[in-house]
C-alpha cells in the first residue's frame, strides 16, 4: 500500500525558508518520479515540481522557478522541498505525489501524471 507522509511545514515570515519532506513507502521509490503540489482555500490544486524517477530531471511552476529546488533521496526513500524567499502567496497546504508510471522518461507534470497523494502539511507565510 502506497503511503506518502508530508511534514516541514509551518508559520514563517516573508523571506524565510522551510524544507519539506516527504517520506515514501510501499512501492519502490527509486523506480518512480515524485511531485509537490499546493492548494490553497477556495483555489484549485496546483502544480509546484516535480523530479525525474532518478534524480537527473527536475521542472516547476513559474512562481516556483528559482525560489524552490526539489530532491529525491532514493536511499531514504524521501523527497524534499526546499523553498527559499518565501512569499505570502506560497501559503497552502503542500502535498506528495507520487508518479502513476514506472520510470516515465521525463519528469512528471500535469496534475493527471500522479496517482497517489499524500495528506499534507501546512505552510502559511505572514508577518
Known amino acids: 500500500q502506497v503511503q506518502l507522509v508530508e511534514s516541514g511545514g509551518g508559520l514563517v515570515q516573508p523571506g524565510a525558508f522551510l524544507r519539506l519532506s516527504c517520506e515514501a513507502s510501499g512501492f519502490p521509490f527509486n523506480q518512480f518520479g515524485m511531485g509537490w503540489f499546493r492548494q490553497a482555500p477556495g483555489k484549485e490544486r496546483e502544480f509546484v515540481a516535480a523530479?525525474?524517477?532518478?534524480?537527473?530531471?527536475?521542472n516547476y511552476a513559474d512562481s516556483a522557478e528559482g525560489r524552490f529546488t526539489v530532491s529525491k533521496d532514493n536511499a531514504r526513500n524521501t523527497v524534499y522541498l526546499q523553498m527559499n524567499n518565501l512569499k505570502p502567496e506560497d501559503t497552502s497546504v503542500y502535498y506528495c505525489a507520487k508518479d502513476r508510471q514506472r520510470r516515465r522518461y521525463i519528469s512528471p507534470s500535469r496534475i493527471g501524471d500522479f496517482g497517489s497523494w499524500g495528506r499534507g502539511t501546512q505552510v502559511t507565510v505572514s508577518s
Open positions: 523530479i525525474k524517477w532518478d534524480g537527473q530531471s527536475t
